[in-house]
């Protein structure tokens, strides 16, 4: 008798689920007699895993309350750029050579100072025509000035003065023409064919895209020099955030290379139309950057500070957020103990402190995994490959 009750506790044993396996549909006799149906189909198969003690211990499971926060602000995402009113891309107004580079990536350079010497064709021949028109009218302020002296003495004719003077109002077009044209070339300093790329203010050289002696025509662009003391944040605001954005609000800037520090900017443009896509619209944070620790290109979070506080949202860890075909899921604990099941929720914009606003799934005092989430996946997509494989 003792031998066959060893034989049919170890049946049982055998019998008993594994654990670490997500639970699909278990044995008949391992349901309660009476249980209600909706106990035993409390969620769809794949969307819970059931781990023993030793499985907890090793996934680093940790379960705890959801957590809401006072939203004294609105977070946002952008990316820094240059102030398009502070930034300048330098090249030719005319087809010509490249002599000789005068700046270099990274210099510092003065309003006017030049950047690179050319060498013109066209500039040359214009600059021609101003030294002869430069003749021309010597000439004829000359001639003008001795008929003046005449006619005061009667010796001419005051048809002749007249004429002299419009000759002299005609070759000083001429020089003006030439000059014009030089100006309008870019070359209006410089010797025959040669002229100078000049800076347009007082920056920093951001990039250089040529070599002595290479070809260039208007539509290559030699330099970009950038006054980097003041730059734009192009911030995504959602669409349900609108109402609460206008220009002129104070925004706290942060960013991953300087996660300490915060950079005060404002609100100087929000944009009209809304991307169909992402439901954001674009608007424009001016920022100080005289230390110019911030460079264009950099990825920037924030928070607009809307003053008076805004409704209470609930906030998660990142980590506790996973994605199962193409779904955001967090883990909450089910009705067995080692048991946690998917739930599906909809994730806003990021928080402080490696957090995300989420934004439907979870209600206040709700519990979920905020740690282990990842291994919590990892079982279910095991239980699916298994699934598969049969």
């Keep these: 008798m003792t031998n066959n009750r060893h034989a049919l506790l170890l049946l049982l044993l055998l019998a008993a689920p594994l654990a670490g396996c997500r639970d699909s549909e278990p044995p008949s006799e391992a349901v309660a007699e009476g249980a209600e149906p909706a106990e035993q189909h409390e969620a769809k198969a794949g969307d819970v895993v059931l781990l023993d003690s030793t499985a907890l211990v090793i996934g680093g499971i940790r379960v705890s309350p959801v957590e809401t926060v006072q939203a004294t602000g609105i977070p946002v995402t952008g990316t820094i750029t240059y102030d398009a009113n502070r930034v300048s891309h330098v090249g ?80 000083e077009a001429a020089l003006q023409s030439a000059r014009e044209q030089l100006r309008v070339l870019g070359a209006g300093n410089g010797d025959g064919g040669q002229f100078a790329l000049t800076a347009p203010f007082a920056g920093v050289v951001v990039a250089r895209d040529g070599s002595i002696g290479e070809m260039t025509t208007p539509a290559d662009q030699i330099f970009t020099v950038a006054n980097l003391s003041r730059l734009w944040i192009e911030l995504d605001v ?16 942060s960013t991953a290379a300087y996660p300490r520090r915060v950079f005060p900017g404002r609100i100087v443009y929000i944009g009209d139309v809304l991307d169909p896509q992402k439901r954001t ?98 079982e279910l997509a095991k239980g699916e490959i298994g699934e598969h494989g049969h």
């Excluded at 064709?121 to 028109?133: I, S, W």
């Excluded at 609108?242 to 104070?250: F, H």
């Design 238 to 253: 959602y669409e349900r955030d609108l109402s609460r954005i206008k220009p002129g609000q104070a925004v706290e800037v």
């Design 92 to 171: 030719p107004r005319t087809a010509g050579r490249i002599i000789r580079l005068s700046a270099d990536i990274g210099q510092q350079v003065r309003a006017g100072q030049p950047l690179a010497i050319l060498e013109s064709a066209e500039v040359g021949q214009v600059r021609a025509q101003e030294q002869e028109a430069e003749s021309l009218v010597q000439i004829a302020r000359e001639n003008f000035q001795r008929e003046k002296r005449l006619e005061q003495q009667g010796i001419t004719s005051r048809k002749e003065l007249l004429t002299a003077e419009a000759e002299l109002r005609r070759q």
């Design 281 to 378: 619209v674009r608007a424009r944070v001016e920022i100080p950057n005289e230390d110019r620790l911030l460079k264009p290109g950099m990825f920037a979070s924030g928070r607009v500070l809307v003053g008076g506080g805004g409704a209470p949202v609930i906030v998660v860890p990142q980590d506790a957020v996973q994605e199962i075909e193409g779904n955001k899921v967090v883990f909450v604990p089910g009705n067995r103990p080692g048991e946690f099941r998917a739930r599906t929720v909809q994730v806003g914009e990021p928080a402080d402190n490696g957090r995300v606003v989420i934004t439907s799934g979870l209600s206040a005092g709700d519990t979920i995994v905020v740690s282990g989430a990842f291994a919590l996946r990892s």
